[in-house]
């Protein structure tokens, strides 16, 4: 093999896996996502303000207790706590914009699933 067309043969493959790459990169739908983190996470919940997305999982008892703790020094972070571990996907605005962080933070206490239990004394 002649070494001065080593660089030209490096490049054109480069380029060729490059392109086999991005044929085979295929984007997955919203309908595929959430398919998947139904399968994963059970319940997922799709929280919009002003246009804006995002996809949540319902809390597990570890961050329930880990926002709990945190709530009592910073009523603030309990939300937040919720909000960041409990994020599948969605606009990062969310997460940043103090307006639409209220507004997801008002809804929040609906993906929290609490089954009603009776007591009997016997």
């Keep these: 093999m002649n070494t ?5 043969y490096c490049e054109l493959r480069a380029n060729q896996l490059d392109k086999m790459n991005m044929e085979t990169k295929v984007e997955k739908t919203i309908e595929q996502k959430i398919s998947e983190w139904k399968a994963k996470h059970g319940d997922v919940f799709q929280v919009e303000v002003d246009g804006r997305v995002a ?3 319902r809390p597990d008892r570890k961050v329930l207790g880990a926002a709990a703790v945190t709530g ?3 009523p603030m972070k309990y939300n937040e706590v919720i909000l960041n571990n409990c994020w599948l996907e969605g606009d990062e605005e969310i997460r940043t ?8 933070s008002a809804q929040l206490a609906e993906i929290i699933e609490i089954k009603e239990a009776t007591l009997k004394k016997l």
């Design 72 to 74: 009592k020094s910073d």
């Design 4 to 8: 001065r067309n080593v660089p030209e």
């Design 97 to 104: 914009n103090d307006a639409m962080f209220l507004g997801v």
């Design 55 to 57: 996809y949540l999982k």
